[in-house]
Protein backbone atom coordinates (compact mmCIF):
# COMPACT_ATOMS: atom_id res chain seq x y z
CA UNK A 1 0.00 0.00 0.00
CA UNK A 2 1.40 3.43 -0.47
CA UNK A 3 1.40 5.75 2.33
CA UNK A 4 3.10 9.50 2.30
CA UNK A 5 3.97 10.73 5.75
CA UNK A 6 4.39 14.17 6.27
CA UNK A 7 6.07 14.43 10.34
CA UNK A 8 6.04 18.04 11.27
CA UNK A 9 2.19 19.14 11.39
CA UNK A 10 2.64 22.87 11.97
CA UNK A 11 6.07 25.21 11.70
CA UNK A 12 6.26 28.72 11.99
CA UNK A 13 9.24 30.69 11.54
CA UNK A 14 10.08 34.02 10.96
CA UNK A 15 9.95 36.00 7.28
CA UNK A 16 13.40 35.43 5.40
CA UNK A 17 14.26 32.66 7.20
CA UNK A 18 15.09 29.35 5.24
CA UNK A 19 12.44 26.31 5.59
CA UNK A 20 12.16 22.77 5.06
CA UNK A 21 9.26 20.53 4.76
CA UNK A 22 9.49 16.93 5.20
CA UNK A 23 8.19 14.24 3.35
CA UNK A 24 8.56 10.24 3.60
CA UNK A 25 6.45 7.94 1.47
CA UNK A 26 6.08 4.50 1.00
CA UNK A 27 5.30 2.27 -2.02
CA UNK A 28 5.99 -0.92 -3.74
CA UNK A 29 6.31 0.36 -7.57
CA UNK A 30 9.05 1.25 -9.23
CA UNK A 31 7.62 3.49 -11.22
CA UNK A 32 5.98 6.51 -9.32
CA UNK A 33 5.22 9.69 -9.26
CA UNK A 34 5.66 12.56 -6.37
CA UNK A 35 3.98 15.97 -5.90
CA UNK A 36 3.87 19.16 -4.04
CA UNK A 37 0.65 20.75 -3.72
CA UNK A 38 0.07 24.22 -1.60
CA UNK A 39 -2.94 25.65 -0.13
CA UNK A 40 -3.64 28.98 1.40
CA UNK A 41 -6.09 30.01 3.49
CA UNK A 42 -8.58 30.76 0.04
CA UNK A 43 -8.73 26.66 -0.43
CA UNK A 44 -7.41 26.39 -3.95
CA UNK A 45 -5.18 23.60 -3.96
CA UNK A 46 -1.81 25.00 -6.02
CA UNK A 47 0.01 22.47 -8.02
CA UNK A 48 4.25 23.44 -6.79
CA UNK A 49 5.99 20.19 -8.56
CA UNK A 50 5.94 16.67 -10.02
CA UNK A 51 8.79 14.26 -10.07
CA UNK A 52 8.82 10.93 -11.44
CA UNK A 53 10.73 8.03 -9.82
CA UNK A 54 13.77 8.31 -12.42
CA UNK A 55 14.60 11.38 -11.68
CA UNK A 56 16.46 12.16 -9.11
CA UNK A 57 17.81 15.62 -9.89
CA UNK A 58 17.18 18.38 -7.52
CA UNK A 59 14.96 20.91 -8.82
CA UNK A 60 14.99 24.72 -8.01
CA UNK A 61 12.61 26.55 -8.80
CA UNK A 62 12.81 30.49 -7.51
CA UNK A 63 12.81 30.50 -3.64
CA UNK A 64 11.51 27.25 -4.14
CA UNK A 65 14.05 23.89 -4.05
CA UNK A 66 13.42 20.30 -4.06
CA UNK A 67 15.15 17.33 -2.75
CA UNK A 68 14.98 13.68 -4.01
CA UNK A 69 16.39 10.62 -2.24
CA UNK A 70 15.20 7.42 -3.35
CA UNK A 71 17.45 5.85 -1.19
CA UNK A 72 15.80 7.28 1.88
CA UNK A 73 12.28 8.04 0.57
CA UNK A 74 11.87 11.06 0.94
CA UNK A 75 11.20 14.15 -1.03
CA UNK A 76 11.59 17.35 0.89
CA UNK A 77 10.73 21.08 0.14
CA UNK A 78 12.74 23.90 0.85
CA UNK A 79 11.61 27.54 0.85
CA UNK A 80 14.77 30.11 0.66
CA UNK A 81 14.21 33.28 2.27
CA UNK A 82 10.37 32.91 3.06
CA UNK A 83 7.97 35.42 2.83
CA UNK A 84 4.64 35.87 4.82
CA UNK A 85 2.64 35.03 1.43
CA UNK A 86 4.15 31.45 1.94
CA UNK A 87 2.03 30.65 4.69
CA UNK A 88 -0.16 28.08 3.44
CA UNK A 89 -0.56 24.14 4.49
CA UNK A 90 1.65 22.08 2.07
CA UNK A 91 0.67 18.46 0.99
CA UNK A 92 2.95 16.12 -0.27
CA UNK A 93 0.98 13.13 -2.54
CA UNK A 94 2.34 10.36 -4.79
CA UNK A 95 1.11 8.32 -7.27
CA UNK A 96 1.15 5.37 -8.86
CA UNK A 97 2.34 5.15 -12.78
CA UNK A 98 -1.27 3.62 -13.41
CA UNK A 99 -4.73 5.14 -12.36
CA UNK A 100 -2.86 8.40 -11.31
CA UNK A 101 -4.97 8.06 -8.08
CA UNK A 102 -3.01 10.79 -5.45
CA UNK A 103 -2.15 9.55 -1.77
CA UNK A 104 -1.92 13.00 0.12
CA UNK A 105 -0.38 13.17 3.27
CA UNK A 106 -1.20 14.43 6.29
CA UNK A 107 0.08 18.40 5.43
CA UNK A 108 2.40 20.69 6.95
CA UNK A 109 0.93 24.38 8.21
CA UNK A 110 3.38 26.59 7.19
CA UNK A 111 3.35 30.08 9.71
CA UNK A 112 5.93 32.77 8.42
CA UNK A 113 5.32 35.73 10.31
CA UNK A 114 6.64 39.50 9.50
CA UNK B 1 -2.39 22.69 -17.62
CA UNK B 2 -5.87 22.48 -17.33
CA UNK B 3 -8.37 25.12 -15.78
CA UNK B 4 -10.97 23.58 -13.55
CA UNK B 5 -13.86 24.96 -12.09
CA UNK B 6 -16.75 23.84 -9.95
CA UNK B 7 -20.22 24.89 -9.40
CA UNK B 8 -21.34 26.13 -6.47
CA UNK B 9 -18.31 27.65 -4.40
CA UNK B 10 -20.04 26.90 -1.18
CA UNK B 11 -23.45 25.99 0.09
CA UNK B 12 -25.40 25.41 3.44
CA UNK B 13 -27.68 22.84 3.13
CA UNK B 14 -30.29 21.16 5.80
CA UNK B 15 -29.49 17.26 7.00
CA UNK B 16 -31.46 14.98 5.16
CA UNK B 17 -31.19 16.40 1.40
CA UNK B 18 -28.86 16.34 -1.51
CA UNK B 19 -26.55 18.19 -3.39
CA UNK B 20 -25.16 17.92 -6.97
CA UNK B 21 -21.47 19.24 -7.50
CA UNK B 22 -20.38 20.76 -11.11
CA UNK B 23 -16.83 20.21 -12.25
CA UNK B 24 -16.23 21.51 -15.70
CA UNK B 25 -12.64 21.32 -17.42
CA UNK B 26 -11.53 23.49 -20.10
CA UNK B 27 -9.86 21.15 -22.14
CA UNK B 28 -9.97 16.92 -22.45
CA UNK B 29 -8.40 15.19 -20.04
CA UNK B 30 -8.48 11.56 -19.66
CA UNK B 31 -9.15 11.15 -15.67
CA UNK B 32 -11.13 12.86 -13.27
CA UNK B 33 -11.29 12.41 -9.47
CA UNK B 34 -13.40 13.46 -6.49
CA UNK B 35 -11.71 14.19 -3.41
CA UNK B 36 -13.05 14.88 0.44
CA UNK B 37 -10.94 17.59 2.70
CA UNK B 38 -12.90 17.04 5.78
CA UNK B 39 -12.08 20.54 7.93
CA UNK B 40 -8.56 20.68 9.19
CA UNK B 41 -7.21 17.36 6.96
CA UNK B 42 -5.76 16.35 4.33
CA UNK B 43 -7.65 15.19 1.10
CA UNK B 44 -9.25 11.60 0.73
CA UNK B 45 -9.34 10.07 -2.68
CA UNK B 46 -13.45 8.95 -3.03
CA UNK B 47 -13.72 7.89 -6.58
CA UNK B 48 -12.45 8.00 -10.02
CA UNK B 49 -15.24 9.49 -12.35
CA UNK B 50 -15.02 7.29 -15.49
CA UNK B 51 -16.10 8.25 -18.46
CA UNK B 52 -19.84 7.17 -19.55
CA UNK B 53 -19.52 4.01 -16.77
CA UNK B 54 -19.61 3.55 -13.81
CA UNK B 55 -17.35 5.44 -11.34
CA UNK B 56 -14.80 3.47 -9.08
CA UNK B 57 -14.96 3.82 -5.48
CA UNK B 58 -12.39 4.07 -2.90
CA UNK B 59 -13.22 2.09 0.03
CA UNK B 60 -15.43 3.55 2.32
CA UNK B 61 -17.05 5.14 -0.43
CA UNK B 62 -20.34 3.85 -2.08
CA UNK B 63 -22.59 4.92 -5.14
CA UNK B 64 -25.50 5.31 -3.23
CA UNK B 65 -24.13 7.88 -0.73
CA UNK B 66 -21.64 9.39 -3.71
CA UNK B 67 -23.15 9.13 -7.24
CA UNK B 68 -21.16 10.17 -9.50
CA UNK B 69 -21.49 11.15 -13.72
CA UNK B 70 -18.91 11.83 -16.24
CA UNK B 71 -20.68 12.16 -19.41
CA UNK B 72 -18.04 13.58 -21.48
CA UNK B 73 -14.61 14.49 -21.07
CA UNK B 74 -14.75 17.34 -19.43
CA UNK B 75 -17.72 17.39 -17.46
CA UNK B 76 -18.75 15.72 -14.30
CA UNK B 77 -20.71 15.56 -11.54
CA UNK B 78 -20.60 14.57 -7.65
CA UNK B 79 -23.95 14.07 -5.75
CA UNK B 80 -23.67 14.07 -1.63
CA UNK B 81 -27.00 12.09 -0.92
CA UNK B 82 -28.97 12.25 2.67
CA UNK B 83 -26.60 14.44 3.69
CA UNK B 84 -25.29 14.94 7.76
CA UNK B 85 -23.36 17.46 9.42
CA UNK B 86 -20.67 14.55 9.07
CA UNK B 87 -20.12 15.58 5.34
CA UNK B 88 -19.27 18.79 5.97
CA UNK B 89 -16.26 19.35 3.85
CA UNK B 90 -14.42 20.43 1.40
CA UNK B 91 -15.22 18.84 -2.16
CA UNK B 92 -12.16 19.10 -4.87
CA UNK B 93 -12.48 17.89 -8.20
CA UNK B 94 -9.26 17.14 -10.12
CA UNK B 95 -8.32 16.44 -13.94
CA UNK B 96 -5.34 15.83 -15.94
CA UNK B 97 -3.84 13.17 -18.65
CA UNK B 98 -3.11 9.98 -17.39
CA UNK B 99 -0.17 10.09 -19.76
CA UNK B 100 1.12 13.05 -18.53
CA UNK B 101 0.49 11.55 -14.82
CA UNK B 102 -0.51 15.09 -13.71
CA UNK B 103 -3.63 16.17 -11.67
CA UNK B 104 -5.15 20.02 -11.50
CA UNK B 105 -7.41 20.86 -8.80
CA UNK B 106 -10.29 22.94 -8.87
CA UNK B 107 -11.38 25.27 -6.65
CA UNK B 108 -13.27 23.45 -3.92
CA UNK B 109 -16.87 23.11 -3.01
CA UNK B 110 -17.22 23.81 0.69
CA UNK B 111 -19.94 22.09 2.05
CA UNK B 112 -21.58 22.86 5.30
CA UNK B 113 -24.83 20.41 6.66
CA UNK B 114 -27.04 21.80 9.84
Known amino acids: AQKVTQAQTEISVVEKEDVTLDCVYE???????LFWYKQPPSGELVFLIR??????QNEISGRYSWNFQKSTSSFNFTITASQVVDSAVYFC???????????FGAGTILRVKS | SAVISQKPSRDICQRGTSLTIQCQVD?????MFWYRQQPGQSLTLIAT?????????ESGFVIDKFPISRPNLTFSTLTVSNMSPEDSSIYLC???????????FGPGTRLTVL
Open chain 1, 93 to 103: ALSEAKGNKLV
Open chain 1, 27 to 33: TRDTTYY
Open chain 1, 51 to 56: RNSFDE
Open chain 2, 27 to 31: SQVTM
Open chain 2, 49 to 57: ANQGSEATY
Open chain 2, 94 to 104: SGGLATMNEQF
